[in-house]
Every structure is written in structure tokens, then in C-alpha cells.
């Protein structure tokens, strides 16, 4: 192959190569770039287009290229087809037919195609790149993989170019990967972990290609350049709620085996429409070109995000999704696939700023138009009685229109009862000559609109940034594990839900409108087409809640998602009541996973709960700093008291650090502690004490052979674990069997043995210490799901 330093074209010098890439320094020298899945669909729709616009602005910067496309194929069968698509690349519009035509030879001449498929193959390609770099007697600049292939094979292909193709030091090596990352948030971890042994954290590009969409790559200049307009109004007191919409006519035909494993929130939620989330929520960056900076606010979202639970979201698969399944799954026609391909989500940020303000992620197939857009919905507060065709009477808004829709074009849509936006010349252009088009609710003539002046493909903008080295619009490993971290849960909670089936297109008329109410989406019309078949096999659901007895004490038995449902309701009625009656309400909870359900239910409706007058101690504690994560007062924190409306002085954790150390005798933490109940506690008579059963018994922090009969009277003490950390402090049978109401909570298939074991055991605490649990007034009640009830 041959390497042309290309003189040619530095005096031809195709103008177009922005002065920010310039600002980031960078060696100029040799370029290879390899694309492993050349001949593919992605490749050649896109990324042979995108690397050819980049060769043409970076051979005037002194650069010189090589481009290898890479395949499985031998070269003699794929190399035809090869130059097919490398040679259908086309020109900027300003470029003469003559000046194209010698700009495509060159970009021509420059390319070949290598079978990469063995170790072999790889450490062939590195011999030929060094041998042209000594041929040429140019230094090299870098060496960049762009791995378009599926995403089982990153880890593989990963280790042979690490183990065969680094290039030199002084040289970067930057290797790009597609979505999906992941199906979950451990496949997810798994695969970054595999990757990571191969490749550094900053050699990986991670593209989500909606990031390089021109109005995605706004969302934050925007909001700098808006700045003095937006702050005042960016907040919980204004926005009304934020829609994020990805709307597509097409269906998922021809790539089922793929999509059913994936579905809708997978496939669009997880990643594109959280990025455009983050990008509207995130705390501006001080320094936007500050690559840590910008990834570090938006990893801070996440954190911020309260979990999603089953009612925050609602799912529905195009009605003609099951025959397909059918056909290309080779799947009888009895066959039902639960996967969504319709999903609309509803987020919330606990941050004062945006507390309580809907965020609505909605996305699917087979709907009425082709259109994504992020609307910015202000609550406006002028009502007209007689001009309606004001535009103040109209919705205030802001619309991110990414492309496509009645409008067609990407643009930035401010209503004019808002603010007139900064318009920085050049890149963008403000629009004023309108077709009669209505864009969400408003004509066009209601808006500002800007657009930009020169449409770019989403992909040749992230090649430009990757040949930059800058990493702002990608996705770190941090980020997408957060991410992951946001929707794993979700996805499990759906796992057996049925889709609403609608018949696509305009047909679906109001099926898939959603009603959203407090913190709960809802699709408003209750009409469901279900087709018999879809019924069938859901007998298990009608299995409601069971009361019944266990070890003679009160038993409630249900799903784990109805059980939580009860214990919240019956935590609920026993804090009103005891808030009728003595204005307080004292409840211990304890720490471990089981409650975790519970908490987050308890968040979720934290509007009607009486925390104002609720008392919030612990049962047990671990002896470990308050900011590690096995904490249980950290977990507690997190997972609730974050989340709700408690006075700080009615949250009480155990004082397990004292005078700069854990859990010593003298310092008397345990006395510390039972002198506050005593304090607060009327007759140290807990209103409602939860607890959970460990596989060898114990409950709170009371651990089989401990003594626990030893205690005596004391209502906290230091106890031993016999797993780490060993220390603990615990409420003692003496304050948990005065408690009014205790219950004991059981989940998950796990449990069940211990559940039959319990069933048969005798009373004998010392071994078994949740048989010592028995309220001397009160009442005791198991909640055990059928799980661990039926194994
Ligand atoms: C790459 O391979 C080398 C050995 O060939 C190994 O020492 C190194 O850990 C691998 N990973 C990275 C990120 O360099
Ligand atoms: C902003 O960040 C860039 C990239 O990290 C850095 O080069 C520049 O000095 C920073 N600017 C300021 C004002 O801190
Ligand atoms: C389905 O069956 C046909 C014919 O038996 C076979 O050619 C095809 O590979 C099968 N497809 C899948 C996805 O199993
Ligand atoms: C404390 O409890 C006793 C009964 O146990 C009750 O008679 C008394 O009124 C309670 N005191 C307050 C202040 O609620």
C-alpha cells in the first residue's frame, strides 16, 4: 500500500478544520486506521463517510493516513465489496466535482482491506503498519481501532490488539466500541472488566452515536450561552416536567434475536435518552472543555436519581411483534415474548433544584411519526380570558428537536413567551422563514428557532472528536455502569409484566397517552387489547396476599411485591395510629438487604406517611465509620431517610463511634444509646420494631451460641458476629419483645429452608436466636413471601 504525504492536498486545503481541535496538541505524524467490521451495515453507512470527511480536514494538518477495513472474510471474496462501499464516500457540497474526484483517488489508494480474524492476522497487520512507517520514514501519530462488530467479541479483539498491535510509546492507540455494552449491570461490569485487562480506561471510546447529534451536542452550550434567561427558571418552581421522546415508525422485523433479548429500555433508554437526561439536569461544567469535569457532573446525577420503581414505568409491544418472534425464532405459535417495544418511564432527581418535577423518558416502535426531541414543559402561570391566541396564554417551553418529525430539520425551539435566545454566529443560524408547521402544541411562528448552519452526521462528528482525542461526548466506564446501576433494577422488576399490545401506527390512536400522578405513570385509557392467548399461564398472579400462622404466631404470606406492599400499608396504619394517640410514632428498623424493598417503597410514598412525627431508630448496627458502605445507618440513609421528610432530631443512629473508636466497652455506646430510648421512648415501648431472620437464625444483631439470654435487662448491647465485621451493637430481646408490634421479615427462595427448619424448631434462643422473639404484650408477625414460604 502506498502513503502519500500529501502535498497535493495542503495546497488544495479543504477548509473546515475547527480551531478547537487545533487547541488539543497533538503529535502530527502517521495515522492508521483500522475498521474491524469494514464491510458491515454500520461501516457502510456511516463510518467510511465519516472517516473520509476527516482525512479530507487532517491531511492540511500534517497528518498522513492509512485505512485498513478488517473482516472475517478472506480477502480475495470480501476486497470487491470492499471498495464498493469505501468508494460510494461523497463530498461536502462546496467541494468541485474535480477536487472530489482526486480527494476519493487519494482516499482510495490509501485503503485495503485485511482478513482479521486469527492472533496472526493481527500481528500481520502490525508488521505491515511499521514497515510503512520505516518505508516512509514518518513518525507515527497513532493507530486507531474502530471495532464495528458485535459486542461479544470486544474482549477477544481487545487482547489480540494488545497483545499485538500497540504501537510505540509517544504514540496513542485509541480503540472504539459500539453499544451494546451490556445487558445488565453485571454483564455490563464483566465486560468493562475484560476490556480493562486489555485496554487503559483512556485508550476506549465508548460512542453512543446520539451524542453526536448536532442538538444533543448543544444541550449544554446552550445552556451556558442561556445562562442569565435559564438559571431562574431551570428549576423545580417553573418546569412544569421534561419529556425525552424517541418516537419510530419501523419495526424490529429481520433483527428479532437480537431485540428480544434487549427490548426497548435497553436498547434506547439506557443509553441515548439517559445521556440527553444528563445533559439537561447536570450541573454546568465551570470548565466545558474540562473532560473530567463534564463526565464528573453527569456521573453526579446519577447519584442523585431516586430508584425506579414497577409504577414508574409502563411497557407495549407492537401487536404484530409475536409473529415475528415467532417466525424468525423458529418459535411454535404458542410462543409469548414479554419484551417491550414501547416504554415510557418516569424519573425523578432528588435535588432541591428538581425535586418532584416529572422527568418522562418515552420511546418505541411502530408509533405514528419518526421524531426525537427533549421538550422543556414551564408551568405558566398567565390564564387569558379573551385574547387566546396570545402567545401568552400559550405553553412555555423549550424543544431540543434532534431531527426528523413534521419539522425535519435539528433545531432549537424557544417559545417566544419565554426568552429570545443567544445566538452564536457561525455554527448556528436562526431560522425565521417557516412552512406552516405546528411543533408540540405551538406554530412554528409561537418560537425562536435556531439551527445549525450545516448539517452533520452524528457519527463523522464523534470520528472528529476521536481523531481530537477529546472523550466529553463518550461514555466512561463509571458512567455506564451508573446507568446500568439506574435501570438493572427496573428491568428485574418487569421481568414478568405483560406489554400492552397495540396495533401500531396511527391505529394506536390514545392507547399508548400516559397520565402521570405523583410519583406513578399510568397509560390514561384503561382500554387493553389483550388477545387470548396473551392471557394464558398467568395463573401464579392471582395468588394474592394469605394470612395464615407460623411458629403460632400471625403470618402474612404474598409475591414480594404485594408482601411489601402490605408491611408498608401495615407500618403505615400503626404510625397513624400511634400518632393519633400520642403524637409520635417509634419505629426501629433494622439493616441487612431484606428491607431494601421495603425502604424503597417507603420513599416512593413518603407524601402520606406521617414522618414529621416519626422517630427512626436502629435495631442493630455494624461497629464500622457511619460513611462505609456497610454501615446499616448508611444504607438506611440512602435508601430512605434521604428520600423523606424526617426532622434530623428524629433520626437515631447507634453511636458505635465514639472518642475516635469503634465499639470499646468503657466508652459505654450501648448504655449512650439505651439512655435515648429511655429519654424519648415512652416506657422504652417501641411502637413498631422490623426485623429480619440471617440463614443461621439470628435476628437484629443476636447470633446463635452469644448468650443472648445474658443480657438481662439491658436494652442495647455490643454483641459478636461470626462474620466480619465481628463488632456489633443491637437492641436485646428486653426492647424488642416490649415492642408493640414486631415483625419479622423473610424473603427470597434462599430462605426457604430456613423457613422449614423454623416451622418444626422448638423455642430455644440460645441456638436459634429469632425463636427469643416473642412480644410479652404486643403482637408478633412473620412476613414471608411465597418464595421462601414455597420454596
Ligand atoms: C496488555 O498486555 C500486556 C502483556 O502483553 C499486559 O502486561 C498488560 O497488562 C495488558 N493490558 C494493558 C492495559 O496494557
Ligand atoms: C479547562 O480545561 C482544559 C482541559 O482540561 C484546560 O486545558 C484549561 O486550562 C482549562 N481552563 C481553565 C480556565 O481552567
Ligand atoms: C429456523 O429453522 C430453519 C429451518 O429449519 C433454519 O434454517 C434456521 O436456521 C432456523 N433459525 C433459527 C434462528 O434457529
Ligand atoms: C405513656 O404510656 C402510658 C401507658 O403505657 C400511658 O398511660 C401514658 O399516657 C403515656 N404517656 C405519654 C406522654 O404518651
Known amino acids: 500500500m502506498f502513503v502519500a504525504v500529501l502535498l497535493l492536498l495542503v495546497t488544495l486545503s479543504?477548509?473546515?478544520?475547527?480551531?478547537?481541535?487545533?487547541?488539543?496538541?497533538?503529535?502530527?505524524?502517521?495515522?492508521?486506521?483500522?475498521?474491524?467490521?469494514?464491510?458491515?451495515?454500520?461501516?457502510?453507512?456511516?463510518?467510511?463517510?465519516?472517516?473520509?470527511?476527516?482525512?479530507?480536514?487532517?491531511?492540511?494538518?500534517?497528518?498522513?493516513?492509512?485505512?485498513?477495513?478488517?473482516?472475517?472474510?478472506p480477502a480475495s471474496t470480501a476486497t470487491p465489496v470492499f471498495f464498493e462501499i469505501v468508494q460510494a464516500v461523497s463530498c461536502s457540497k462546496e467541494t468541485s466535482p474535480d477536487r472530489c474526484a482526486v480527494l476519493k483517488e487519494q482516499f482510495l489508494r490509501l485503503a485495503e482491506y485485511r482478513q482479521l480474524k486469527t492472533l496472526e492476522d493481527y500481528q500481520e497487520l502490525a508488521k505491515n503498519i511499521e514497515k510503512e512507517l520505516q518505508q516512509e520514514g514518518i513518525p507515527e501519530a497513532g493507530r486507531l481501532f474502530y471495532l464495528s462488530v458485535p459486542a461479544f467479541a470486544y474482549a477477544d479483539i481487545a487482547e489480540k490488539i494488545n497483545n499485538s498491535c500497540r504501537p510505540a510509546s509517544g504514540a496513542w492507540l485509541r480503540v472504539v466500541l459500539e453499544k451494546p455494552f451490556g445487558h445488565d449491570f453485571r454483564s455490563a461490569q464483566l465486560l468493562a472488566s475484560q476490556l480493562g485487562s486489555s485496554l487503559k480506561d483512556e485508550e476506549m471510546f465508548r460512542i453512543d452515536h446520539y451524542l453526536g447529534k448536532q442538538v444533543v451536542a448543544k444541550i449544554l452550550p446552550f445552556r451556558v450561552e442561556n445562562k442569565k434567561y435559564l438559571d431562574p427558571i431551570w428549576n423545580k418552581h417553573h418546569i412544569e416536567r421534561v419529556e425525552i421522546v424517541l418516537k419510530e415508525t419501523l419495526d424490529v422485523k429481520g433483527r428479532i434475536p437480537f431485540y428480544d433479548q434487549y427490548g426497548v429500555i435497553r436498547d434506547v433508554m439506557q443509553n441515548h435518552l439517559t445521556e440527553v437526561m444528563t445533559l439537561l439536569t447536570?450541573?454546568?461544567?465551570?470548565?466545558?472543555?474540562?473532560?473530567?469535569?463534564?463526565?464528573?457532573?453527569?456521573?453526579?446525577?446519577?447519584?442523585?436519581?431516586?430508584?425506579?420503581?414497577?409504577?414508574?414505568?409502563?411497557?407495549?409491544?407492537?401487536?404484530?411483534?409475536?409473529?415475528?418472534?415467532?417466525?424468525?425464532?423458529?418459535?411454535?405459535?404458542?410462543?409469548?415474548?414479554?419484551?417491550?417495544?414501547?416504554?415510557?418511564?418516569?424519573?425523578?432527581?432528588?435535588?432541591?433544584?428538581?425535586?418532584?418535577?416529572?422527568?418522562?423518558?418515552?420511546?418505541?416502535?411502530?408509533?405514528?411519526e419518526r421524531v426525537g426531541y427533549a421538550r422543556i414543559l414551564f408551568k405558566n402561570t398567565v390564564f387569558c380570558l379573551q385574547n387566546h391566541n396570545s402567545v401568552h396564554c400559550k405553553p412555555k417551553q423549550i424543544v431540543f428537536h434532534f431531527g426528523h418529525g413534521q419539522l425535519k430539520y435539528p433545531a432549537i425551539l424557544v417559545s417566544k413567551n419565554l426568552f429570545k435566545p443567544v445566538l452564536k454566529e457561525g455554527q448556528w443560524k436562526e431560522v425565521t422563514e417557516h412552512t406552516d408547521v405546528d411543533v408540540l402544541g405551538l406554530p412554528i411562528s409561537d418560537y425562536y428557532v435556531q439551527t445549525p448552519s450545516e448539517n452533520r452526521e452524528a457519527y463523522s462528528e464523534l470520528i472528529s472528536q476521536i481523531f481530537a482525542g477529546r472523550k466529553n461526548s463518550f461514555i466512561s466506564a463509571e458512567n455506564l455502569l451508573a446507568s446500568w446501576g439506574l435501570w438493572t433494577p427496573l428491568l428485574t422488576s418487569l421481568a414478568g409484566s405483560f406489554p400492552r399490545i397495540y396495533p401500531g401506527g396511527a391505529d394506536n390512536g390514545d392507547m399508548l397517552d400516559l397520565r402521570v400522578k405523583g410519583k406513578d405513570i399510568s397509560y390514561s385509557s384503561e382500554v387493553v387489547i389483550i388477545s387470548a392467548d396473551q392471557m394464558s399461564g398467568t395463573s401464579a398472579?392471582?395468588?394474592?396476599?394469605?394470612?395464615?400462622?407460623?411458629?403460632?404466631?400471625?403470618?402474612?404470606?404474598?409475591?414480594?411485591?404485594?408482601?411489601?406492599?402490605?408491611?408498608?400499608?401495615?407500618?403505615?396504619?400503626?404510625?397513624?395510629?400511634?400518632?393519633?394517640?400520642?403524637?409520635?410514632?417509634?419505629?426501629?428498623?433494622?439493616?441487612?438487604?431484606?428491607?431494601?424493598?421495603?425502604?424503597?417503597?417507603?420513599?416512593?410514598?413518603?407524601?402520606?406517611?406521617?414522618?414529621?412525627?416519626?422517630?427512626?431508630?436502629?435495631?442493630?448496627?455494624?461497629?464500622?465509620?457511619?460513611?462505609?458502605?456497610?454501615?446499616?445507618?448508611?444504607?438506611?440513609?440512602?435508601?430512605?431517610?434521604?428520600?423523606?421528610?424526617?426532622p434530623y432530631f428524629n433520626i437515631h443512629p447507634m453511636p458505635v463511634?465514639?472518642?475516635?473508636?469503634?465499639?470499646?466497652?468503657?466508652?459505654?455506646?450501648?448504655?449512650?444509646?439505651?439512655?435515648?430510648?429511655?429519654?424519648?421512648?415512652?416506657?422504652?415501648?417501641?411502637?413498631?420494631?422490623?426485623?429480619?431472620?440471617?440463614?443461621?437464625?439470628?435476628?437484629?444483631?443476636?447470633?446463635?451460641?452469644?448468650?443472648?439470654?445474658?443480657?438481662?435487662?439491658?436494652?442495647?448491647?455490643?454483641?459478636?458476629?461470626?462474620?466480619?465485621?465481628?463488632?456489633?451493637?443491637?437492641?436485646?430481646?428486653?426492647?424488642i419483645n416490649q415492642a408493640r408490634t414486631v415483625a419479622l421479615l423473610v424473603m427470597g427462595k434462599g430462605k426457604h429452608e430456613l423457613i422449614t427448619q423454623l416451622s418444626r424448631m422448638k423455642d430455644n434462643p440460645d441456638k436459634w436466636p429469632v425463636t427469643g422473639v416473642k412480644p410479652d404484650d404486643g403482637k408478633l408477625v412473620w412476613y414471608i413471601d411465597y418464595d421462601a414460604l414455597l420454596g
Open 14 to 73: 479543504v477548509q473546515g478544520g475547527n480551531g478547537e481541535e487545533k487547541a488539543e496538541a497533538q503529535r502530527p505524524g502517521h495515522v492508521s486506521v483500522v475498521i474491524v467490521g469494514a464491510t458491515g451495515d454500520l461501516a457502510k453507512r456511516y463510518l467510511w463517510q465519516g472517516f473520509f470527511e476527516q482525512y479530507v480536514k487532517q491531511v492540511s494538518g500534517g497528518n498522513t493516513f492509512s485505512f485498513y477495513g478488517g473482516g472475517q472474510s
Open 282 to 368: 447536570m450541573r454546568l461544567p465551570v470548565n466545558m472543555s474540562s473532560t473530567e469535569e463534564v463526565l464528573q457532573n453527569k456521573l453526579q446525577i446519577f447519584s442523585n436519581l431516586l430508584p425506579i420503581g414497577k409504577n414508574q414505568a409502563v411497557t407495549g409491544q407492537y401487536q404484530a411483534y409475536k409473529t415475528s418472534v415467532q417466525q424468525e425464532m423458529n418459535k411454535t405459535n404458542d410462543h409469548i415474548s414479554l419484551t417491550p417495544t414501547f416504554a415510557a418511564v418516569l424519573v425523578h432527581i432528588d435535588e432541591a433544584q428538581y425535586e418532584g418535577v416529572p422527568i418522562i423518558l418515552i420511546s418505541g416502535k411502530m408509533l405514528d
Open 541 to 646: 398472579k392471582d395468588f394474592q396476599v394469605m394470612q395464615g400462622k407460623f411458629r403460632s404466631a400471625v403470618m402474612v404470606s404474598a409475591w414480594s411485591e404485594e408482601l411489601v406492599e402490605r408491611l408498608a400499608a401495615d407500618i403505615q396504619a400503626s404510625a397513624e395510629a400511634a400518632v393519633r394517640e400520642g403524637g409520635v410514632f417509634h419505629l426501629a428498623l433494622s439493616g441487612g438487604s431484606s428491607p431494601l424493598a421495603l425502604f424503597h417503597r417507603l420513599a416512593l410514598h413518603h407524601f402520606s406517611f406521617p414522618w414529621r412525627d416519626t422517630h427512626v431508630w436502629m435495631v442493630d448496627e455494624r461497629c464500622v465509620p457511619p460513611t462505609e458502605l456497610e454501615s446499616n445507618f448508611h444504607s438506611l440513609h440512602d435508601h430512605l431517610l434521604q428520600h423523606v421528610r424526617i
Open 657 to 735: 463511634q465514639l472518642n475516635q473508636r469503634l465499639c470499646v466497652e468503657e466508652d459505654a455506646g450501648a448504655l449512650l444509646y439505651e439512655k435515648e430510648v429511655r429519654k424519648l421512648v415512652n416506657g422504652s415501648i417501641f411502637h413498631f420494631v422490623l426485623l429480619g431472620v440471617g440463614y443461621d437464625g439470628h435476628t437484629a444483631s443476636l447470633f446463635p451460641d452469644s448468650k443472648v439470654s445474658e443480657l438481662g435487662d439491658r436494652l442495647v448491647a455490643l454483641t459478636e458476629s461470626p462474620v466480619k465485621p465481628h463488632q456489633r451493637m443491637s437492641l436485646t430481646f428486653s426492647a
